[in-house]
């Protein structure tokens, strides 16, 4: 069965210091991966999305994310930290039939 | 172009009541979808539609039914509510060609 797992619920950074956001699935074939943002009160967003090629994939705003085969992960990273990426972070997994799992989130505060 | 568009943005029920959500979009997307956020569980897909007058179950489809008779349109409806609905309630659609979804500001729903 699908899943995605983000182990970390809540994580505090400083502004300016470096992100990374963990993100495990269970899939059987070669999977769909996204990470979107979600700030207070709105819809989600797409940040960055992998489907096939070059396993570190660039997207919105600065992040990036390394998809690892071997890890089954799909990890979210920022060098530098803004305080407006204060919000929450999803990760999911695209499966048979376009449906989507999503993680059950990583809620992100940044400190000055 | 609005995108995606939940009505209403909030709704009280009693448990038993009935009620149905709108979901709009205007992208002409053949995908739509109805998610269901509960702190702690992510997003959790409740049923999908993958172009007019189909529908499909999701993850959770129990309690609830879809109706997809227009393209722009994905409607919702809780035909007995319970608390265990009380959820924020999101719509997407998703860009075929990209696998993007675009997610509608959400619906907060309580049934007491």
């Known amino acids: 069965a699908q899943s995605v797992t983000q182990p970390d619920i809540h994580i505090t950074v400083s502004e300016g210091a470096s992100l990374e956001l963990r993100c495990n699935y269970s899939y059987g074939a070669t999977p769909y991966l996204f990470w979107y943002v979600q700030s207070p009160g709105q819809g989600l967003q797409l940040l960055l999305k992998?489907?096939?090629?070059?396993?570190l994939v660039q997207g919105i705003k600065g992040f990036e994310a390394e998809f690892k085969r071997s890890q089954s992960s799909f990890n979210l990273r920022k060098p530098s930290v803004h305080w407006s990426d204060a919000a929450e972070y999803f990760c999911?997994?695209?499966?048979?039939?376009?449906?989507?799992?999503f993680g059950t989130g990583t809620s992100l505060t940044v400190i000055p | 172009n609005a995108g995606v568009t939940q009505t209403p943005k909030f709704r009280v029920l009693k448990t038993g009541q009935s009620m149905t959500l709108l979901c709009a979009q205007d992208m002409n997307h053949e995908y739509m979808y109805w998610y269901r956020q509960d702190p702690g569980m992510g997003l959790r897909l409740i049923h999908y539609s993958v172009g007019e007058g189909t529908t499909a179950k999701g993850e959770v489809p129990d309690g609830y039914n879809v109706s997809r008779l227009k393209k722009q349109n994905f409607l919702l409806g809780l035909e007995s509510a319970a608390p265990s609905q009380t959820s924020v309630y999101f719509c997407?659609?998703?860009?075929?060609?990209?696998?993007?979804?675009?997610f509608g500001p959400g619906t907060r729903l309580t049934v007491t």
């Open positions: 999911a997994v695209g499966a048979t039939g376009n449906q989507f799992y």
């Open positions: 992998y489907f096939s090629g070059d396993t």
């Open positions: 997407a659609s998703m860009n075929q060609r990209t696998y993007e979804q675009y």
